[in-house]
């Protein structure tokens, strides 16, 4: 068999490097340690600063390295288990696995979340949404933020409390929402890159790479809820059971 055209394109400079600085990373820096600056460590590798760039990204990418605001990149921490598995879970409860209630808030729907939700006609033009934010908490850290759709129709029996927004509202519109018959979910993982206000959520630079996990909520009369939870792909790696569940995975590395 000959030799393809694959095969014969050599191995692209930033690609050798970050082979090189992994190695340098396991060898040279402990967990949390502060990076050289990029002039530095361009010159101590002989490379070009653009090259270096394309490196440090792909390891950052790899969960190797973190760009953190006001101190710069840093060598990662390793992962720890966050399952996200829908045998784990049926609604979203009010605290539940790290799950803490931020805000939430009631208004139109964009055309993004009605066609999560799988809505239209008279939906659009007339219903509103709860959107309910919150974050998950594992040891002590900020791994993931997610949105909650919630259409009005799907928790008539809200009752009107005081506050129109904020973590109390939150909880008001999940207890409501966890008196509905669950009837399934489906569930989709990809890689996209962080908002600003995720960003600020998880401690990230807006554009970071994230894993964004969409689930769906279904009763009866159709789909009753849709979350998109952002996580840290830095810090996240996923797992797949026997059953085909999801399951997010968190580290903490303990420097030695």
């Not at 600056?37 to 101590?44: Q, T, V």
């Not at 049926?90 to 805000?103: I, R």
């Not at 952002?230 to 026997?242: E, I, N």
């Amino acid at each position: 068999m000959g030799t393809t055209q694959l095969e014969t394109v050599p191995e692209p400079k930033y690609w050798h490097l970050k082979t090189v600085l992994s190695e340098a990373l396991d060898q040279d820096f402990a967990v949390g340690e502060v990076l050289p600056n990029e002039r530095e460590l361009a010159a101590r590798f002989g490379v070009a600063r653009a090259t270096l760039r394309q490196a440090l990204e792909q390891l950052e990418l790899e969960g190797r390295l973190q760009r953190r605001r006001g101190v710069g990149t840093t060598v990662a921490p390793p992962r720890v288990g966050v399952a996200v598995g829908s045998t784990q879970h049926g609604w979203p409860a009010e605290d539940t696995d790290g799950w803490e209630p931020v805000d939430a808030g009631e208004g139109l729907p964009s055309a993004a979340v009605l066609k999560l939700l799988g809505s239209g006609g008279a939906f659009a033009a007339e219903q509103t949404v709860h959107t309910v934010r919150r974050t998950r908490v594992n040891q002590g850290q900020v791994v993931a933020a997610e949105l909650l759709y919630v259409p009005a129709a799907s928790v008539p029996g809200l009752p009107a409390i005081e506050a129109p927004s904020g973590p109390a509202r939150a909880r008001a519109v999940l207890r409501e929402l966890q008196r509905l018959a669950l009837d399934g979910q489906d569930r989709s993982v990809e890689l996209g890159s962080a908002r600003a206000d995720d960003a600020k959520e998880l401690d990230r630079l807006p554009g970071a790479p994230v894993l964004l996990v969409t689930t769906r909520y279904f009763t009866e009369a159709g789909t009753a809820a849709a979350s998109v939870a952002t996580y840290r792909a830095d810090t996240c790696r996923l797992t797949f059971g026997d059953s085909g569940d999801v399951e997010i995975t968190h580290e903490s590395r303990v420097a030695s």
